[in-house]
């Protein structure tokens, strides 16, 4: 390589140690990306390397993926032989030490046994460096504004009133004037003042974030340390050759969610006379405060706090520029893409962590000593009845608390049929090792049974008393199936027996099995297929950009991100009722051909569906862009459930879904229908999911070869939709084909948009499309239970005839 890409190498490796990343992990990253962009430099520098950090991400998650799928392969399952990357997400069961979370959007706050000092005249408690791990943005967005500071004068806030927790950034190296201060304010509360100490150059990320959830599951497990270094002193000697390991670069950019917005008029500039803040250090001319975000109540607060001192030529920011700067490098580094990604949120949610963690649930029937003498996590979880609730305590047992033991779930726990008064009592079963013990109680508490240890982890057993004959005693809670991999928790319950979860690895986005072909070259997207002349929404634009182009010049979506109505009337209808949009026929049919090599069947024809093509890596775009729905992922509150009409699982919203919104992918392993037609054979008598027939380019004059003709089987790796049930013809979902990475159908994403208006706890069903009378198909039809009045099942309607 020339020496001047040698130099690229050397500065784009650089960029990466900023984040913890050493040159072995960079660089054959870094030359697959040169590789991919053609040896374009631009593309790889350009957002301050965020291409080649993502990707690094995205590698390092892979790689950690393909680890924990290796180690924790089910024994009864063939372990798939090649199992390419194909996007990113956060494997929170092995967090990867470099993670810089990408998609965070809650700051996790860990405070552990303080040491007491006095100062000015208040008990103020510090907190080791090692404990206190804060989003280094927050620092490096005031880096840029000033000089270095001396340690000496980077004292904690020792002037602010009693009632704050001060985090300060003094130990920041570089060309830093200024001592920014987060402080957290929380009204009313005279025992706390808190000034502490910001690691230094080290920063810690956690990134799980729902709308009903305050705090992260697991902050020791989920949270990624990032090694964060200010200083310039990197050594350029970073040789760089051709010979490089391959690699696969990834393809996804990761979720995020819609936060609720705290409008800006909502908040308010107080300057130090509101605080009652003095310049009193040597220097220091005057200090003042930004009042970034408050809880709901306005009871916790969190400020900036800075002291420009006489040299200093430091102005204070307004809020909106801070902001406004923050959110963009949240997007641009973190791959925060949601269209309303606010800092704001972010920051509110640490103000109620803070403010709940403080703050200790009154258990309705609280956990008993009688639990604790089981070795039960003392752990309470209360089941507030009337609002549908779960308060989760805090852990304080050991003297201090981490923010991420507490949960509020609301309302993952269905409503149960009124009947009296019905108090729930739940407890935490969890935290024995890997295993979990589960208990029935009865009302006062007395344990009734032990249920079996389980491999389940954050499970729970809600007992309902005052039970109405007909409702099960107690009923199985299971917190996130998903393990943390989604941006939102999808719980599972189980009121009518105890079958425990079906054995399936849980994966956010497909993987290949074998012969699939699945390529992705962002040489294989011409200009017609993306849109790299954009930029920040497309949906914003008055004339469509060429990613319209699959959807007939319009977009599929309306910038409140659900698809249009013609869209979605057109694909309803396709699914309903494919004979009336004409099919085409293969003259050799993968299709048949995989069923028996020898005796190829006759093409039964293939509907050329409608397609959702969405904006990508090569679009010019910003990752909030209106025009990229479903590869951020689930973005709705979902539950898994054990139905009660003889379906076996299924899935339901805990939310009201409007007519055409996007509930989630069909996420499995992409086989080829050789393979899978093989798989069935083999494992006929086994409970399997319904694979997803993806298109080929049926109808083309060539000869569709067995590895074009793909499908999705989430039998054994597979996301919720692996749990959705079938309805026949008047199903509350349809599936889309959605082109994200590639142009070509052979490969593509399929995803779920509700086809009415879904109310909160319904199940959400699919049309499978099966033809009941086809015993051929490699998956044997079920009696169908779906209930619909057009049942196409005809056994099954004679039978609810008898
Ligand atoms: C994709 S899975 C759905 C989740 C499944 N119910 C479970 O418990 O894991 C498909 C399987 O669910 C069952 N199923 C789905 N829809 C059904 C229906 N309408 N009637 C009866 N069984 C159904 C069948 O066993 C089918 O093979």
Redesign the pocket.
């Known amino acids: 390589m020339a020496p001047k890409s040698n130099s690229k190498v050397k500065r784009a490796c650089e960029a990466m140690e900023v984040f913890g990343y050493t040159e072995e992990i960079v660089k054959p990253v870094l030359r697959n990306l040169l590789n991919l962009y053609d040896k374009n430099w631009k593309l790889i520098e350009d957002e301050n390397y965020s291409a080649l950090l993502e990707s690094i991400i995205d590698s390092e998650e892979s790689k950690e993926r393909q680890k924990s799928l290796l180690e924790d392969e089910p024994e009864e399952i063939e372990p798939p032989l090649k199992r390419s990357r194909l996007c990113s997400q956060r494997n929170h069961s092995s967090p990867a030490k470099h993670d810089p979370c990408p998609s965070a959007d809650t700051c996790t706050l860990e405070l552990q046994s303080p040491s007491k000092q006095k100062m000015d005249g208040f008990t103020t408690e510090s907190y080791e460096a090692e404990d206190v791990e804060l989003k280094p943005l927050l620092l490096k967005d005031y880096q840029g504004k000033g000089k270095k500071q001396s340690s000496s004068e980077a004292s904690p806030v020792s002037t602010l009133s009693n009632d704050m927790v001060v985090l300060s950034g003094d130990d920041m190296e570089g060309p830093c004037n200024l001592s920014p201060h987060l402080t957290i304010k929380q009204k009313g509360d005279t025992s706390l003042s808190y000034p502490a100490l910001l690691p230094k150059r080290r920063l810690h990320f956690d990134c799980q974030e729902e709308p009903n959830v305050v705090g992260s599951s697991d902050a020791s497990n989920n949270g990624a340390l990032v090694e964060y270094d200010l200083s310039d002193t990197m050594p350029l000697n970073v040789p760089f050759s051709d010979n490089l390991p391959d690699f696969d670069v990834p393809v996804a950019v990761a979720p995020s969610d819609v936060s609720r917005r705290i409008e800006r008029q909502d908040l308010e500039f107080l300057n130090s006379e509101h605080l009652g803040i003095e310049g009193n250090e040597k220097g220091v001319t005057s200090s003042s405060q930004l009042d970034i975000a408050s809880s709901q109540k306005g009871d916790v607060k969190i400020f900036f706090v800075y002291k420009p001192y006489s040299s200093s030529n430091f102005r204070p920011p307004s809020l909106d520029a801070v902001l406004k700067r923050m959110e963009e490098k949240y997007m641009k580094s973190y791959r925060i893409s949601q269209p309303g990604f606010s800092l704001l949120r972010l920051m509110e949610n640490l103000c109620e962590c803070y403010l709940t963690a403080g703050t200790k649930a009154r258990p309705a029937n609280g956990p008993s000593a009688g639990i604790e003498s089981q070795k039960l996590h003392p752990v309470g979880v209360r089941y507030d009845a009337a609002n549908h609730e779960l308060h989760f305590a805090p852990d304080i047992s050991n003297g201090s608390f981490k923010l991420s033991n507490l949960i509020k779930v609301s309302p993952q726990i269905p409503k149960f049929p009124a009947s009296g008064n019905r108090d729930i009592v739940c407890y935490m079963m969890n935290f024995n090792g890997t295993k979990i013990h589960g208990a029935e109680k009865d009302k006062t508490n007395k344990v009734l049974k032990l249920l079996a240890p389980s491999t389940m982890k954050n499970s729970l057993v809600v007992q309902k008393n005052n039970s109405s004959p007909g409702l099960p005693s107690s009923a199985y809670y299971f917190e996130d199936i998903t393990n943390g991999q989604e941006e939102h928790r999808v719980s599972l319950i189980n009121e009518f027996s105890h079958e425990i979860v079906?054995v399936f690895k849980y994966i956010p986005k497909n993987i290949i099995f074998q012969n699939a072909y699945v390529k992705f070259l962002l040489a294989r997207i011409s200009d017609d297929n993306c849109c790299s002349n954009c930029s920040e929404d497309c949906l914003s634009l008055d004339i469509p950009c060429a990613c319209a182009g699959e959807t007939g010049g319009e977009f599929a979506y309306t910038s409140g991100g659900l698809l249009k109505e013609k869209f979605l009337e057109n694909c309803i209808s396709m699914n309903r009722e494919p004979q009336r949009h004409g099919l085409v026929y293969c003259q050799d049919c993968p299709l048949e051909r995989s069923k028996n090599n020898s005796m190829s069947g006759v093409c039964k024809g293939h509907l050329v569906r409608k397609f959702i093509k969405e904006c990508w890596h090569k679009c010019g775009c910003s990752r909030g862009c209106g025009n990229r729905v479903v590869q951020r992922g689930i973005a709705v509150p979902l539950q898994v459930f054990m139905?009660a009409h003889?379906?076996?699982?299924?899935l339901r919203t805990l939310e009201d879904l409007p007519r055409g919104a996007f509930v989630c992918e069909y996420v499995g392993e992409i086989v080829t229908n050789t393979e899978l037609y093989e798989r069935n054979t083999q494992t006929a008598d086994e409970?399997?999911?319904?694979p997803v027939l993806l298109d080929a380019d049926w109808g083309s004059e060539g000869v569709l070869k067995d590895e074009e003709a793909l499908c999705l089987d989430?039998t054994s790796y597979g996301n919720v939709a692996?749990?959705?049930?079938?309805?026949c013809y008047d199903a509350n979902l349809v599936e889309i084909p959605v082109e994200v990475e590639t142009p070509d159908h052979h490969y593509y994403h399929v995803a779920f948009f509700t086809t009415r208006k879904v109310n909160a706890l319904e199940e959400l069903t699919w049309d499978?499309g099966i033809d009941f009378t086809d015993h051929s198909h490699p998956?044997k039809a079920?009696?169908?239970?779906?209930g619909s009045e057009l049942c196409r099942d005809i056994k099954s309607l004679k039978r609810a005839r008898k």
């Open positions: 079906p139905t003889g379906k076996g699982w299924g409970r399997h999911t319904y989430a692996r749990f959705i049930n079938h309805r499978y998956v079920f009696k169908c239970c779906c």
